[in-house]
């Protein structure tokens, strides 16, 4: 069974500062990995899909890597700003078109 | 090109009571998946519909089910509410039913069971 971590669930950093939020998988057998990012109380919104085939994905100042081998991907956020505040998720596909989220971690840009 | 709609946004029941939530996907997405979304076990995958069938079930009891429309619309129902129920129900869509397509989640509907 798939099971996805990440750590830390929380994280505070002053504004400018680079991010660095961590995922792992236990199965290697993925399709894809999408990094998501929610607001409080609000749906989930879309930031990077890498599919298993690459290793990286940049979207802006949004870097995401995929290790398949050893079940990791890392999001990376450059210069950080109180905007980025949120709960960002990562989540693999497997079979089907299912996805199997981690616990998210929970980010706080300080002014 | 409007996103996942979801409604309604806020729902309050009470136990034993039935509920019906409804997801529009984005248009000429074809695929739609239901997620509950919890404190205490996070996102967890309800079910996917494609082509008005279902084609993935997650692990919940037989008192949530859904269904497709032709136009791609979603409906999940669950009856006999228990404040366990009580989530963020979040749609997800996609172009087609393929494994390596990005799924585009909807704003949730917040339902609380009393």
């Known amino acids: 069974k798939q099971e996805v971590t990440q750590i830390p669930a929380a994280l505070s950093v002053p504004e400018g500062e680079n991010l660095v939020l961590n995922c792992s998988f236990t199965?290697?057998?993925?399709?894809?990995l999408q990094w998501f990012r929610q607001d409080p109380g609000k749906g989930l919104t879309s930031l990077l899909l890498?599919?298993?085939?690459?290793r990286e994905q940049t979207s802006g100042r949004l870097n995401a890597s995929l290790d398949k081998s050893s079940g990791r991907s890392t999001l990376y956020i450059a210069a950080s700003q109180p905007g980025d505040s949120a709960t960002y998720l990562c989540?693999?596909?497997?079979?089907?078109?299912?996805?199997?989220f981690g616990g998210g971690t929970r980010v706080l840009v300080k002014p | 090109k409007a996103g996942v709609t979801q409604t309604p946004r806020y729902l309050i029941k009470t136990r034993g009571q039935q509920v019906t939530l409804s997801c529009s996907p984005i248009?000429?997405?074809?695929?739609v998946s239901w997620y509950q979304q919890t404190p205490g076990q996070g996102l967890q995958f309800l079910f996917e519909?494609?082509?008005?069938?279902?084609?993935n079930k997650g692990n919940f009891p037989g008192r949530f089910s859904g269904r497709q429309f032709s136009n791609s619309r979603s409906e999940m129902n669950v009856s006999t509410l228990e404040l366990g129920d009580s989530a963020l129900y979040l749609c997800?869509?996609?172009?087609?039913?393929?494994?390596?397509?990005?799924?585009?989640f909807g704003p949730g509907t917040r339902l609380t069971v009393l």
């Open positions: 997800a869509s996609s172009l087609v039913q393929g494994v390596y397509n990005e799924q585009f």
């Open positions: 199965d290697s057998a993925i399709y894809n």
């Open positions: 890498i599919q298993s085939s690459q």
């Open positions: 989540a693999v596909k497997a079979a089907g078109n299912k996805l199997t």
């Open positions: 248009s000429g997405h074809r695929s």
């Open positions: 519909y494609f082509s008005e069938t279902q084609r």
